[in-house]
């Protein structure tokens, strides 16, 4: 999409907005100054004759004889905030640049103490103002070379390299379905959009080579001018594909009026060698410039703080969810370690019971003798010494009262005139090992 609707600045501290009546003479104005001037005037070309975008333009006071100074809004398409005055092209007749000190002072339309954006623009421009805005910030640049095609009526007559197996290929205009996979592949896609991809191929001369029904290669004309965002597949390189594209393009574009130049990186050989080939030469070098004040830092927007508070509060609340549950975790264990106390301690009761013999029980004898360490010495019968130790009460055998699960037995093992002892049947004790001893029931 287009950028918001933004109140446009009818004049700055330096610089007036031109009336479109205005523009025609503008235009004149930087056709005197070709090749340097190439970018900015195929920009107001493009815009007079197509309106592919919206932009302002703006000389200084004092234009054009006393300040040949001039800046269009906005620089490119998109930029971070997509404001109207976030950025700016700038053309300075290269014995002139002394005035670029206007731009440098320009407070209204243009805010130096935040991030300002310079779409490409002659270097010697760009160096001037880097000059002026030291001690300020910083300036990243990205350079591009303008190479341009003075003899575009002689590309055809270039012979095409050898290509194998193009009996399927042919060059043919792009349409709208394909501008969101060119824009995604762009590599200036975060300042050029979607939407200008849509326009220019709607409105501006844009091709593709077709390798059967798919895209293998595609190019189109600029806004400012340019053929640019050539590219070609991987699978498909090598097949001279872009021979063919430039071709079909260079023609295209003179005959609609307009001058026929692309940007080529310094770094790429393939361009330049394939530009060479097809009559262009390099005119001048450009930059893209990022000036940033020292110490800036992006301000959050409403709807970002409005997102941070509610990650904010979400973490605040996990916390929180955390700490309640190992709170609930320690209580856990603490009932579990009473639990187990308790269990221990029971244990421990049912240790100190006094150990009961079971009627009937058959002695193990393989087992070793077992003491009883509830009966003093002199409790401890001395006549059953090899035998189980009985509990002596008053000097008198006495076998304890024993429950069992099967069966229950009661013995009373008196004195001699006493009653006579009765008992159950016998059982077999179901505590293994525990030193039963067996007795046999009977009447006296």
Same mark, same amino acid.
């Given at each position: !999409?287009?950028?918001?609707?933004?109140?446009?600045?009818?004049?700055?501290?330096?610089? =007036? %907005?031109?009336?479109?009546?205005?523009?025609?003479?503008?235009?004149?104005? @930087?056709?005197?100054?070709?090749?340097?001037?190439?970018?900015?005037?195929?920009?107001?070309?493009?815009?007079? *004759?197509?309106?592919?975008?919206?932009?302002?333009?703006?000389?200084?006071?004092?234009?054009?004889?006393?300040?040949? /100074?001039?800046?269009?809004?906005?620089?490119?398409? %998109?930029?971070?905030?997509?404001?109207?005055?976030?950025?700016?092209?700038?053309?300075?007749?290269?014995?002139?640049?002394?005035?670029?000190?206007?731009?440098?002072?320009?407070?209204?339309?243009?805010?130096?103490?935040?991030?300002?954006?310079?779409?490409?623009?002659?270097?010697?421009?760009?160096?001037?103002?880097? =000059?002026?805005? *030291?001690?300020?910030?910083?300036?990243?640049?990205?350079?591009?070379?303008?190479?341009?095609?003075?003899?575009?009526?002689?590309?055809?007559?270039?012979?095409?390299?050898?290509?194998?197996?193009?009996?399927?290929?042919?060059?043919?205009?792009?349409?709208?379905?394909?501008?969101?996979?060119?824009?995604? @592949?762009?590599?200036?896609?975060? !300042?050029?959009?979607?939407?200008?991809?849509? =326009?220019? /191929?709607?409105?501006?001369?844009?091709?593709?080579?077709?390798?059967?029904?798919?895209?293998?290669?595609? !190019?189109?004309?600029?806004?400012?001018?340019?053929?640019?965002?050539?590219?070609?597949? #991987?699978?498909?390189?090598?097949?001279?594909?872009?021979?063919?594209?430039?071709?079909?393009?260079?023609?295209?574009?003179?005959?609609?009026?307009?001058? $026929?130049?692309?940007?080529?990186?310094?770094?790429?050989?393939?361009?330049?060698?394939?530009?060479?080939? @097809?009559?262009?030469?390099? @005119?001048?070098?450009?930059?893209?410039? /990022?000036?940033? #004040?020292?110490?800036?830092?992006?301000?959050?927007?409403?709807?970002?703080?409005?997102?941070?508070?509610?990650?904010?509060?979400?973490?605040?609340?996990?916390?929180?969810?955390?700490?309640?549950?190992?709170?609930?975790?320690?209580?856990?264990?603490?009932?579990?370690?009473?639990?187990?106390?308790?269990?221990?301690?029971?244990?421990?009761?049912?240790?100190?019971?006094?150990?009961? #013999?079971?009627?009937?029980?058959?002695?193990? $004898?393989?087992?070793?003798?077992?003491?009883?360490?509830?009966?003093?010495?002199?409790?401890?019968? #001395?006549?059953?010494?090899?035998?189980?130790?009985?509990?002596?009460?008053?000097?008198?055998?006495?076998?304890?009262?024993?429950?069992?699960?099967?069966?229950?037995?009661?013995?009373?093992?008196?004195?001699?005139?006493?009653?006579?002892?009765?008992?159950?049947?016998?059982?077999?004790?179901?505590?293994?090992?525990?030193?039963?001893?067996?007795?046999?029931?009977?009447?006296?």
């Amino acid at each position: !999409m287009e950028r918001p609707e933004e109140a446009v600045q009818e004049r700055g501290r330096n610089f =007036r %907005l031109l009336h479109p009546e205005e523009l025609p003479q503008l235009l004149d104005f @930087l056709t005197g100054y070709l090749p340097e001037s190439l970018k900015f005037h195929q920009t107001l070309l493009t815009y007079l *004759e197509e309106r592919v975008w919206e932009f302002h333009f703006y000389v200084a006071d004092g234009w054009p004889k006393q300040s040949p /100074i001039c800046l269009h809004f906005p620089g490119m398409t %998109l930029s971070p905030h997509g404001t109207l005055y976030e950025s700016v092209g700038v053309f300075c007749p290269g014995d002139r640049l002394e005035l670029l000190k206007l731009l440098r002072t320009e407070d209204v339309l243009l805010d130096w103490s935040r991030p300002l954006y310079i779409n490409f623009t002659h270097c010697d421009i760009v160096d001037e103002l880097v =000059r002026l805005y *030291e001690g300020t910030g910083t300036v990243n640049r990205v350079l591009g070379d303008i190479w341009a095609c003075e003899e575009p009526e002689k590309t055809v007559e270039i012979e095409e390299e050898a290509e194998e197996s193009q009996t399927d290929v042919r060059v043919q205009p792009l349409r709208p379905e394909h501008a969101e996979g060119i824009h995604e @592949l762009y590599t200036a896609n975060d !300042m050029e959009c979607h939407e200008l991809f849509l =326009r220019l /191929i709607k409105t501006l001369p844009a091709a593709g080579v077709f390798a059967g029904d798919r895209l293998a290669a595609w !190019m189109v004309q600029s806004y400012y001018g340019a053929m640019f965002s050539m590219q070609t597949r #991987p699978e498909f390189r090598r097949k001279g594909y872009g021979t063919k594209l430039a071709r079909y393009l260079i023609k295209a574009v003179a005959d609609r009026g307009y001058n $026929s130049f692309v940007f080529i990186r310094p770094e790429n050989e393939a361009s330049r060698s394939l530009y060479t080939k @097809l009559g262009f030469r390099k @005119l001048y070098q450009t930059a893209r410039a /990022i000036f940033t #004040p020292e110490g800036w830092e992006e301000p959050e927007s409403e709807g970002n703080l409005f997102l941070r508070e509610n990650l904010e509060n979400a973490v605040r609340q996990l916390k929180h969810r955390v700490v309640m549950d190992a709170i609930c975790d320690e209580k856990e264990e603490e009932a579990e370690e009473e639990d187990a106390e308790e269990e221990e301690e029971e244990e421990d009761q049912d240790r100190v019971a006094i150990p009961t #013999p079971v009627l009937g029980s058959p002695v193990d $004898s393989s087992a070793p003798p077992t003491s009883n360490k509830y009966a003093s010495e002199e409790d401890v019968d #001395p006549g059953t010494a090899n035998d189980e130790p009985v509990l002596l009460v008053n000097g008198n055998r006495r076998v304890p009262r024993t429950e069992d699960k099967e069966s229950r037995c009661v013995t009373d093992l008196d004195r001699e005139d006493e009653k006579e002892t009765v008992c159950a049947p016998s059982v077999e004790d179901s505590n293994e090992g525990d030193g039963g001893t067996e007795f046999s029931a009977g009447r006296n």
